[in-house]
């Protein structure tokens, strides 16, 4: 499991999908932070030095690829995994890539998606198994 220094933040407008994310990451041993826009989350990044974050690309007051740019031009580095569903996903996901996010992942996606995508970016930590069926 992940040390308890381990800390996640999840950023997304949407209450739902930001509180599913919180469950999974806490599930997978992660303190994790939830952020409604990415001026909160910059907010909660600087306090708590996450080294992890989960951002959608499409909200308002600061959207997903803005704040992307503002976390690798801050002096803590995190690795960061940029969501967004529907068309967006398309259109978006690529070009965060290019900015800088370290993993892009369509929503929704599931508890397994996400455990696997962690196992590749922290290779040295160890993450529970989905429960199949």
Do not use: N, W
Not at 30 to 42: F, R, S
Not at 82 to 90: D, F, L, N, Q, Y
């Amino acid at each position: 499991m992940c040390a308890a220094r381990d800390v996640a933040l999840v950023i997304d407008d949407e209450p739902d999908v930001r509180f599913a994310i919180k469950l999974m990451l806490e599930r997978l041993g992660y303190l994790t932070l939830a952020a409604c826009d990415g001026e909160e989350g910059l907010k909660l990044f600087e306090q708590y030095r996450p080294i992890l974050v989960i951002t959608d690309l499409l909200m308002p007051r600061r959207e997903g690829i803005e704040t992307i740019r503002a976390f690798r031009g801050h002096e803590h580095k995190t690795t960061v995994i940029a969501i967004s569903g529907g068309m967006a996903a398309r259109d978006f996901l690529p070009f965060a890539l290019k900015l800088g996010a370290d993993y892009a992942i369509a929503k929704p996606f599931s508890f397994g998606e996400l455990s696997a995508v962690l196992a590749r970016l922290f290779p040295y930590k160890e993450y529970p198994q989905p429960h199949l069926g």
